[in-house]
């Protein structure tokens, strides 16, 4: 046998052990949390606390000991009840309660949540959980709505709808656990017991029925807009209207209503969830996110990406609203150099390997780095949040007024990131002529993102789907090659005239 190994060989070790390393990162389990090391935090939820007992397991779970009695139970939420939260991981919380089944205290000790990552301060987080001390974990304990008897209700933190909802139900249940197992919840010595509740996702999609209706109805809607939008741009105003309309749709209740903005971040961890352990329940949690991607998912192999961009993005809707607007009050939009507009596409791209490199060593690193992108500020939390973030924000709207939606096109890491699989487009639908580019420049100079060259082609990683340059395809006013034949057609029409004496 050789002593030397060949290149390909060596290669082939280096690209086992890199995606070893993936999977090391990606798939390692969360420590398991120790109690005395958040001694401090069971102390100031019981204030008489003396020392605590062995931790005992299935449930685990600590007994709190006074001087010389029990006070309470403590647990970790990750341990006993591990739900998956928004990032596909469990947030794990420090939970303790009394002999008598009340919440003494509630700390969120561990979490990879976007929105609780950057976006919600530590104030805000401690203010929340706070709302659970004093309640008794045998009362149905909810998110908003109205009172009732049995029934405790808190209000969530505005923009994590979904975490809120994890929290709730990770240290409730949790509790109840280990309450049952240390034999607290009984009644004349007979042990209560509890209807099993609904998984977490079915009850979000019960909670948002009437949202998800909507959106299923606009998502419809769209589809069939797709499939005949050659009669839509032989009928250009009527299709600037609809598309006027469904613009404003995606703007306030996809977005601003829904929070349903798609984000980079959602691809990291659609990743990790592969790599680590795939639960359906994690996308399920957030019905009207899960619809989307599973129709971004459909249009991608049909239409390419563009569907999504210039459609169902919230934010590129709102970049597209201000254009118009600023159009009509007199400023004047401008258009790169094609050469400086070809170097600046590649920049989302360096974007998107930028984070995906923070996301190999930590999903939290790549969360807060994920700010490049505005969507959390504008939509999750409508600009109430530190102002560096919200005048990054307001620079990029005020930019869109002059370079049509320029985020979208030079910055956006999850455009980048859609247009890889889009290149698995089965279908071409964007109908072109063979005098496109040569000579003809009409639709390559009216295209509102630049993406048809001057040799005609369009650049479909770069197409926004807004169905211009067909309404031109079919416009026999405005297209030359129609015009041309349009002319020769009148010409020989007046000839065929008998003329008249």
């Given amino acids: 046998m050789s002593p ?22 990606l798939c390692r389990a969360a420590p398991t949390a120790d109690f005395a090391s958040w001694d401090a935090a069971l102390r100031a939820m019981f204030p008489g606390m003396h020392h605590l007992g062995e931790v005992t397991e299935d449930p685990r779970s600590t007994t709190v000991f006074g001087e010389d009695e029990i006070l309470g139970y403590a647990l970790f939420t990750a341990d006993v009840l591990s739900i998956p939260a928004y990032s596909g991981r469990p947030i794990n919380a420090l939970v303790g309660f009394d002999t008598h089944g009340v919440l003494k205290g509630v700390r969120v000790v561990a979490h990879e949540e976007p929105i609780l990552a950057v976006g919600i301060s530590e104030e805000q987080l401690a203010d929340y959980v706070a709302q659970y001390v004093g309640l008794p974990i045998t009362d149905d304990i909810r998110i908003g709505g109205d009172p009732a008897p049995g029934r405790q209700v808190i209000d969530g933190l505005s923009g994590a709808t979904i975490t809120t909802m ?3 139900r ?36 019960q909670e948002r029925i009437g949202r998800i209706a909507v959106l299923v109805v606009g998502l419809v809607l769209l589809l069939c807009i797709l499939l005949f939008q050659d009669w839509l741009a032989r009928h250009p105003t009527f ?30 961890t659609f990743i990790g969830s592969l790599l680590g352990g795939f639960r359906w329940e994690s996308f399920l949690l957030d019905p009207m996110m899960f619809l989307l991607w599973g129709f971004v998912t459909v249009t991608i192999l049909l239409w390419g990406r563009g569907v999504y961009c210039g459609w169902l993005c919230p934010f590129g809707a709102l970049q597209e609203l201000l254009y118009r607007a600023g159009q009509r009050l007199g400023i004047r939009g401008r258009e790169l150099p ?4 070809e ?3 590649a920049l989302k791209y360096v974007v998107l390997i930028g984070l995906f490199g923070l996301f190999l060593q930590s999903l939290v ?34 930019l869109g007024l002059f370079i049509r939606k320029a985020f979208c096109r030079y910055l956006c890491p999850l455009g980048a990131a859609l247009t890889f699989p889009s290149r698995f487009r089965i279908f071409d639908w964007l109908r072109r002529r063979k005098e496109c580019g040569r000579p003809c420049q009409t639709c390559a100079r009216e295209c509102e993102v630049q993406a048809i060259r001057p ?26 090659p129609l015009v041309e034949r349009r002319k020769k057609a009148e010409v020989k029409a007046r000839l065929s005239q008998p003329r008249q004496l």
């Fill in 338 to 341: 094609t050469v400086v507009h």
């Fill in 343 to 345: 170097r600046l596409l």
């Fill in 4 to 25: 030397f190994i060949s290149a390909s060989t060596l290669r082939s070790n280096r690209l086992a052990i890199s995606v070893g390393l993936l999977l090391c990162v």
């Fill in 170 to 205: 990770s240290l409730v249940e949790g509790a109840r656990k280990v309450a049952l197992a240390r034999g607290l919840l009984s009644i004349d010595g007979t042990q209560r017991t509890f209807e099993p509740p609904l998984p977490l996702w079915m009850t979000s999609w």
């Fill in 455 to 480: 040799t005609g082609e369009i650049v479909d990683t770069e197409c926004h789907y807004c169905l211009d340059c067909q309404v031109t395809y079919w416009n026999d006013q405005r297209c030359p």
């Fill in 239 to 268: 299709l600037l209207r609809v598309r006027t309309l469904y613009l404003l749709f995606t703007l306030f209740f996809v977005g601003a209503y829904g929070y349903a903005q798609l984000s980079i971040v959602n691809v990291f």
């Fill in 166 to 168: 994890v929290v709730n």
């Fill in 365 to 398: 690193l790549a969360e807060r780095y994920a700010e490049v992108e505005p969507f959390k500020t504008v939509f999750a939390l409508h600009f109430a949040r530190e102002w560096p973030f919200v005048v990054y924000a307001l620079v990029l709207l005020v």
